[in-house]
């Protein structure tokens, strides 16, 4: 009968793993960027009140969250090179996270607040200056696509900065739209384009903000990665041979694309506990990605420890093991 809970708790936690974003990634590259970005959506408020145009005004709206995309990842790359300290065991990756969220829903209330003037421009449209706009459109798609090579020559290995990449991508369509309706206005001088182009914007600026907002609340719930299922995990640690029971399983993100897993293991007597948990932790590193895992390897016939008396999730056991089977009366054990 032996515990783990010593050299194999201890040493059943998997290292090698890259937390946050790299820093090597080019700062130069992303503030010429955000400069950029910066400096145009200025213009473009100016241009849009002058030319009376909503869906410049709804551009400019989605290039300021371009900017928070940009601002965040170089906010990420400073903060990742600190070391944890004090009470911030895993430092400050979670900035990231509290900073989508605060995007996401002020994404949401502009694209409404968006929707509902664009409607009233469909009842009541006002004067536009098609010329104004559609220059505005065509020198936004000129810029957006200068930051979008600029933000591609850095490190994109970084999910901050292959964030900013595909946000500034996504905001090319918008003046794509924008500048179509120009050119509609200043063909044919049916105003309300302009409208319609606006709710284009909105439509795109409602899929980031709800994208932002769920994937930050699943983060905050500590909720699964959304490639990994828990349930088929816990099936497949099963089927490592020797293993008898998993239970305590959680898989949760420390911040978006690091993934962490911690487990309570049973192995069948006479078997090497630290043996198995290499080859556990390798299946999770190899299949999963899962390389910050924290296992906990018993016996199973080890006396209870404390805190399997509050054991949470599913109890996974192994369909054909050597050793004896888990005690009815104590599923976890």
Not at 262 to 279: K, Y
């Amino acid at each position: 009968m032996s515990h783990d809970h010593g050299e194999g708790a201890a040493a059943g936690h998997g290292h090698g793993h890259g937390h946050g974003v790299s820093a090597n990634a080019d700062r130069k590259l992303l503030s010429g960027a955000l400069a950029l970005i910066v400096g145009f959506m200025i213009a473009e408020v100016i241009v849009g009140v002058a030319a009376g145009s909503l869906a410049l005004v709804t551009d400019a709206a989605h290039m300021l969250t371009d900017a928070i995309a940009i601002a965040l990842a170089l906010l990420a790359i400073r903060l990742a090179a600190k070391p944890p300290a004090g009470g911030f065991t895993y430092g400050f990756k979670r900035v990231e996270i509290l900073s989508a969220q605060a995007n996401g829903i002020t994404l949401l209330l502009l694209a409404v607040y968006f929707v509902y003037e664009a409607v009233s421009r469909l009842i009541h449209p006002p004067e536009v200056k098609g010329a104004l706009v559609l220059i505005t459109g065509v020198v936004g798609i000129v810029v957006n696509l200068f930051a979008t090579w600029l933000i591609s020559k850095a490190n994109r290995s970084s999910l901050n900065v292959e964030g900013a990449f595909q946000h500034i991508l996504n905001d090319l369509f918008a003046f794509v739209a924008t500048a179509i309706a120009g050119l509609v206005v200043l063909l044919t001088g049916f105003a309300r384009a302009d409208a319609i182009a606006a709710f284009v914007v909105a439509v795109l600026m409602l899929k980031a903000g709800v994208s932002l907002v769920r994937d930050s609340g699943r983060i905050f719930l500590e909720a699964a990665p959304a490639a990994i299922d828990p349930q088929a995990l816990g099936a497949e640690l099963c089927a490592v041979p020797g293993v008898v029971e998993v239970h305590d399983l959680h898989v949760w993100e420390i911040t978006s694309g690091e993934p962490a897993a911690s487990a309570h293991i049973l192995v069948a007597e006479g078997l090497d506990c630290h043996q198995i948990r290499v080859r556990i932790e390798q299946l999770l590193a190899e299949r999963h990605h899962l390389t910050h895992s924290t296992l906990q390897v018993d016996h199973a016939g080890a006396e209870a420890p404390e805190h399997c008396s509050d054991a949470h999730g599913a109890v996974h056991r192994a369909v054909t093991g050597a050793g004896p089977a888990p005690d009815p009366a104590n599923p976890h054990h």
